[in-house]
């Protein structure tokens, strides 16, 4: 990894930028990364989790938020401490496995970190399936390599090391899009849990364009569309898509940032503004 490619992941982007008068709020959190991540893991509550709760349906809506600006301001309207203070579970912002990676993604950006949130799946979950989910990775200077942590699930007993994920426990939309071509894997494992049609190469060619926008620094929700995503979905792609998809994972693979924001131009994998407004 190049010395400018860690400076561009160590600077926010649009949705990991915090807003004017945040920075305060992290005052007081631990310098090591997989400890800031062990803290964003007490900021952020599942949906289902606040719902059990009993929150109402506008708190649930706070899963909508893409900013983590706009988490952090949610979460601290609620409590207005300092985010290495314990919170308690209904003082928690509510968002996905996403919004658990790209909060730590932008606290450590925030603090010149190089870091990155991924989408893809975990292969931790359920065994032979891999199951839509997002992490963070930060760059470990004297190791010289990316880390793939499980912000959501540090200290969860789900995998033996969510602190560095060993290789194969977690695939990018990429990655496991590329064992797919190569018939390493059945696509009909790899989807949403919960769901019945959010399964199969539609899904892995969804998180693969969201993987590549993650990596162009926008970190979309797990629901958006855009592009041929939603024909994807509904079946009405065929070879042409496949094999932007082919590209698109192995530049993704390739990790250089220049060829994924010259990638990211293209009209089918570029994010509207409507949904980055």
């Given at each position: ?6 400076d561009?992941y160590?600077?926010p982007?649009?949705?990991t930028r ?6 305060g709020l992290?005052?007081g959190?631990?310098?090591?990364p997989?400890?800031?991540c062990s803290v964003?893991?007490t900021l ?7 719902a059990?709760?009993?929150l ?7 899963k909508?938020?893409?900013?983590a600006?706009?988490?952090?301001a949610a979460?601290?309207?609620?409590d207005?401490?300092?985010?290495h203070q314990?919170r ?5 912002v509510?968002?996905?496995?996403r919004?658990?990676a790209?909060l730590a993604c932008?606290i450590?950006r ?9 989408c893809?799946f ?7 399936r891999?199951?839509d989910?997002?992490i963070?990775e ?9 880390v793939?942590?499980?912000t959501e699930?540090?200290?969860?007993g ?7 994920l060993?290789?194969g426990?977690?695939l ?5 899009w590329i ?5 390493r894997?059945d696509p009909d494992l790899f989807?949403v849990a919960?769901?019945e049609?959010?399964?199969?190469p539609h899904e892995i060619s969804?998180?693969a364009v969201r993987d ?7 970190e ?5 569309e855009?592009?041929?995503m939603?024909?994807a979905?509904?079946?009405g792609?065929g070879p042409d898509?496949?094999?932007l ?8 693979a390739?990790d250089d ?8 131009t293209?009209p ?5 503004e409507?949904?980055?407004g």
């Open positions: 990894m190049t010395a400018d490619a860690l561009h160590s600077s982007g649009p949705f915090l807003d004017a008068g945040q920075s992290l005052e959190l631990p310098d090591d997989v400890e800031v964003v893991r952020v509550i599942q949906p289902a989790d606040a059990r709760l009993g109402p349906e506008e708190r649930i809506a706070e909508e938020i893409r900013p600006g706009g988490l952090l979460l601290t309207a609620l207005p401490a300092p985010l314990p308690s579970p209904e003082t928690r509510v968002g996905t496995c919004h658990f790209t932008a450590l925030a603090r010149g970190v190089a870091a990155r949130a991924r893809g975990a292969t931790y979950f359920a065994e032979g891999g199951l989910h997002w963070t930060y760059w470990h200077t004297a190791e010289a390599r990316w793939r942590v499980d699930h540090l200290g969860s789900y995998v033996e090391h969510p602190e560095d060993a290789p426990e977690f990018t939309g990429g990655e496991a064992r797919y071509r190569e018939g894997l989807g919960g769901t049609h959010a399964w199969g969804g998180n590549l926008a993650a990596l162009c620094k926008h979309m929700l797990n629901w958006d855009w592009g041929r939603t024909e979905y509904e079946g792609t898509y496949d094999s998809i082919d590209t698109l994972a192995r530049t993704c390739d940032p220049a060829s994924l924001t010259r990638l990211f293209h089918h994998f570029t994010v509207p409507h949904l980055t």
